[in-house]
């Protein structure tokens, strides 16, 4: 009879273990889903754009119906967000990489505009239809940029910061001081302004991290 228990027991387990491993697929199989969505629509948009790019479009890429994909998204406009919202995790990424980088504070203020510029002028010249994307996203003010202007202000002020405590900078907010300089420096970070004011001399991007220097020390 012991042994009888113990192998039943054992069956019990086994299967219960079974079943906790078969749900599981099912949640990364929705993730994997959600994500192979967005991969597809960058890609569809960087060909095609993301106006002409149908909800067909994508689902036939994946081999699934329309209505599949919307299970993921209810809308179109969020598969936009989302693919926006990717392609600024990539800008947020590059600025993330300036601070944790081993040098000053003057050089890394100057980097962290150099990154946010060269995403922009890089996506524009090689991804139009994506740098559309964008710009349609910061002209009608979209949701998915609040994280991301976050992302932006909290370098910067941890710049500034750094400033202070090697002595170059003397900000008392530091916070607001990062305002302030991500607002006078908005052509070299807005998708729009960066094209349209691509071919302006002056003043140059170097110039306002000059002055910016100046005024926080």
């Not at 199989?29 to 948009?45: N, P, Q």
């Not at 149908?54 to 299970?71: F, H, K």
């Not at 962290?112 to 996506?123: D, G, M, P, T, V």
Request: proline letters at 2%; glycine letters at 2%; hydrophobic letters at 45%.
């Amino acid at each position: 009879m012991y042994f009888l228990y113990t192998d039943c027991r054992d069956l019990f387990f086994r299967f219960t273990n079974q079943d906790v491993d078969m749900r599981a697929p099912a949640n990364l199989k929705s993730k994997d889903t959600t994500l192979d969505i967005v991969g597809v629509a960058e890609r569809l948009y960087d060909q095609i754009g993301f106006q002409k790019t149908t909800v067909a479009d994508i689902a036939r890429e994946l081999s699934m119906s329309p209505a599949n994909v919307y299970r993921f998204y209810a809308a179109k406009s969020g598969i936009n967000e989302a693919v926006a919202r990717k392609l600024l995790t990539e800008i947020e990424a590059a600025i993330n990489n300036v601070v944790e980088q081993k040098k000053s504070a003057n050089e890394k203020l100057r980097a962290f505009f150099e990154a946010i510029e060269k995403s922009h002028l890089q996506r524009f010249a090689l991804n139009r239809k994506l740098h559309e994307l964008l710009v349609k996203a910061y002209d009608e003010d979209w949701q998915i940029l609040r994280p991301h202007h976050q992302v932006v202000h909290n370098a910067l002020a941890e710049i500034i910061s750094q400033g202070n405590r090697e002595g170059v900078f003397n900000v008392g907010d530091c916070a607001e001081a990062a305002t302030q300089v991500r607002t006078a420096c908005i052509r070299f970070c807005h998708p729009r302004l960066i094209v349209e004011f691509a071919q302006d001399a002056k003043p140059t991007l170097d110039q306002m991290v000059d002055l910016f220097i100046r005024a926080l020390a």
